[in-house]
């Protein structure tokens, strides 16, 4: 068989594919993720050594800690001896545990200087467990720093100081010690949508049972959508990724607004509408000038020069045409208004309120 023929054949067999596909369809793993299939957020507290000077300087609690390391190798430091650790800091350790992550693999973490240091750039993190939510020990790390941040002292109490330099990442400095159990090859096998809508969650469901032909899959609610699965890791193993690849159509979302009132960012999503309504944008500014004169006494008149004020108040009134929006008017009819009248960002954010208020805008008003 040549190899046109065989583009020609597998063009003949993906088309009727290809036709039943929804013409925007998102893929189920895009929209949610299965129930259990979630990471885990590890904490653990360590000592980072190898500072030039710049360490928390005799902190208790970093002494303590590095007590605490040189015991683990049989030195023990005499009582009430504190050194001054200035090549020392006391650091905060966060990890994410990946699900179905298993002991050797590695994961990437990040140490936060938790007292004064002034930088961490040169440091090298001491082995240290990083504990889970369960106060158990999942993993443990270690290594050399990398810190983007930079920080200088002159002499003279000046200083220079470059994005963040107490806190920096090391890649690959924590091994994973403990896997999770998830109860993967037992539990209900249960898919939550990202973000709640019944239409979507029917959806998925209705995919779910044209794809396997049967009712394997039913919508619990706005969220959760239960699917029937053989018990065993590997039926579930093909069953899910079989179920992450189909193709559906997500409901649209729900018309709303954002509004940083802080920022003057305003965002406005296609599905916002906007019902029979007119609006009229005007400025009114009003401006002082001062322009004080001197005043020279007569001659021969014993006066004394004085500063007469003088002020010229001027107002001016911006006037802009109406605009008039028909009815069922879209985002780019909004934007095209809102242009037309020249308004700024924080006028745009008094509209937005003016038109919900009024009863024209059909969509929730956000403000952060």
């Not at 590695?106 to 001491?126: E, N």
């Not at 985002?331 to 003016?354: C, Q, R, T, Y």
């Amino acid at each position: 068989m040549t190899i046109r023929r065989l583009i020609l054949l597998l063009a003949a067999l993906a088309g009727p594919w290809a036709l039943a596909a929804p013409a925007r369809a998102d893929r189920i793993k895009d929209l949610g993720t299965f129930q259990g299939v979630r990471s885990n957020q590890l904490t653990g507290y360590g000592i980072v050594v190898g500072l030039a000077g710049t360490g928390d300087d005799g902190l208790e609690y970093t002494v303590a800690g590095m007590k605490g390391a040189v015991q683990r190798f049989g030195l023990t430091l005499p009582p009430g001896i504190n050194p001054s650790l200035k090549n020392a800091a006391a650091v905060l350790i966060t990890a994410e545990l990946p699900a179905f992550a298993k002991p050797g693999q590695r994961l990437d973490i990040t140490v936060s200087a938790l007292g004064k240091a002034k930088s961490l750039r040169g440091g090298a993190l001491i082995a240290a467990p990083l504990l889970g939510a369960d106060g158990q020990l999942y993993a443990m790390a270690q290594g050399n720093l990398a810190v983007g941040g930079l920080g200088i002292d002159a002499a003279d109490g000046s200083k220079l100081t470059v994005n963040v330099p107490t806190a920096g990442r090391i890649p690959g400095g924590a091994s994973v010690e403990r896997a999770v159990d998830t109860g993967f090859a037992s539990n209900a096998l249960v898919f939550n949508l990202s973000e709640a809508d019944l239409t979507t969650a029917g959806r998925v469901a209705t995919a779910i049972n044209l794809a396997f032909a049967g009712q394997r899959a039913h919508a619990i609610d706005a969220v959760s959508v239960a699917i029937d699965a053989p018990r065993g890791a590997e039926g579930r193993t093909l069953l899910m990724g079989q179920i992450e690849n189909l193709p559906v159509d997500p409901a649209d979302a729900a018309a709303r607004v954002i509004v940083n009132a802080r920022t003057g960012t305003v965002v406005i999503n296609g599905a916002v509408r906007i019902s029979p309504a007119a609006v009229a944008h005007g400025k009114l500014t009003v401006k002082v000038d001062e322009d004080p004169r001197i005043v020279q006494p007569a001659p021969f008149s014993r006066g004394q020069t004085a500063l007469e004020p003088a002020s010229t108040i001027t107002v001016e009134e911006r006037r802009n045409p109406m605009v008039n929006f028909r009815p069922g008017a879209s985002l780019a009819d909004i934007v095209k208004a809102v242009n037309a009248i020249g308004a700024s960002p924080a006028d745009l954010v008094a509209i937005l309120e003016a038109l919900k208020q009024a009863g024209a805008m059909k969509a929730e008003l956000v403000v952060l």
